[in-house]
T-cell receptor, first 112, second 116 residues
Framework: NAGVTQTPKFQVLKTGQSMTLQCAQD?????MYWYRQDPGMGLRLIYY???????DKGEVPNGYNVSRLNKREFSLRLESAAPSQTSVYFC???????????FGPGTRLTVT | AQSVAQPEDQVNVAEGNPLTVKCTYS??????LFWYVQYPNRGLQFLLK??????LVKGSYGFEAEFNKSQTSFHLKKPSALVSDSALYFC??????????????FGSGTQLTVLP
């Protein structure tokens, strides 16, 4: 998975609970991304970070916050989980000289 | 705004036959186009890309894709399908936004099943 690790692999939350999904890379790339994957909808961008300390909203940011405190890690936080946030979450990185992105193994989140 | 359409949710093909997975796109400038494959319970794997140059691009595992600017299409092809090619395939497009973020917009995916 191109040096991208995600934790946890699986998580079940109750409505209203909070949690943080972790993403880490070992390749020192600037650009990192968070996507969610839902059946029949492909992947949709939640947030991205072009460099350490900067973040920007993607297509579906509502209900999420992110943090890029250092170059290696990009975390996604759900402050108050809702059933609509049941999804598979993928982190991705993009090397500076590349156009393509490389994805982590994903976190499967269920909110009941 | 950029967008991608994969008109077929499901494609079935017999092993040994050629396969095509269709993709059309819409962008305001020059497109950067990509194909990814996803096996069950796995992340997305990069297959190939078109940035500029030759309209026929070759990628991993014997896959290739043909860029057609007039038809705004980027169809994925393989001359002889394998059962192991059965997976979910995503087309994606990118444009340069602010800085170098290069956001990807994905299609909804096409499930390819290769029948033995």
């Amino acid at each position: 998975n191109a040096g991208v690790t995600q934790t946890p692999k699986f998580q079940v939350l109750k409505t209203g609970q909070s949690m943080t999904l972790q993403c880490a890379q070992d390749m020192n790339h600037n650009s990192m991304y968070w996507y969610r994957q839902d059946p029949g909808m492909g992947l949709r961008l939640i947030y991205y970070s072009a460099s350490e300390g900067t973040t920007d909203k993607g297509e579906v940011p509502n209900g999420y916050n992110v943090s890029r405190l250092n170059k290696r890690e990009f975390s996604l936080r759900l402050e108050s989980a809702a059933p609509s946030q049941t999804s598979v979450y993928f982190c991705a990185i993009r090397p500076l000289t590349a156009y393509e992105q490389y994805f982590g193994p994903g976190t499967r989140l269920t909110v009941t | 705004a950029q967008s991608v359409a994969q008109p077929e949710d499901q494609v079935n093909v017999a092993e040994g036959n050629p396969l095509t997975v269709k993709c059309t796109y819409s962008v305001s400038g020059n497109p950067y186009l990509f194909w990814y494959v996803q096996y069950p319970n796995r992340g997305l794997q990069f297959l190939l890309k078109y940035i500029t140059g030759d309209n026929l691009v070759k990628g991993s595992y014997g896959f290739e894709a043909e860029f057609n600017k007039s038809q705004t299409s980027f169809h994925l092809k393989k001359p002889s399908a394998l059962v192991s090619d059965s997976a979910l395939y995503f087309c994606a497009v990118s444009e340069l936004y602010s800085g170098s973020a290069r956001q990807l917009t994905f299609g909804s995916g096409t499930q390819l099943t290769v029948l033995p």
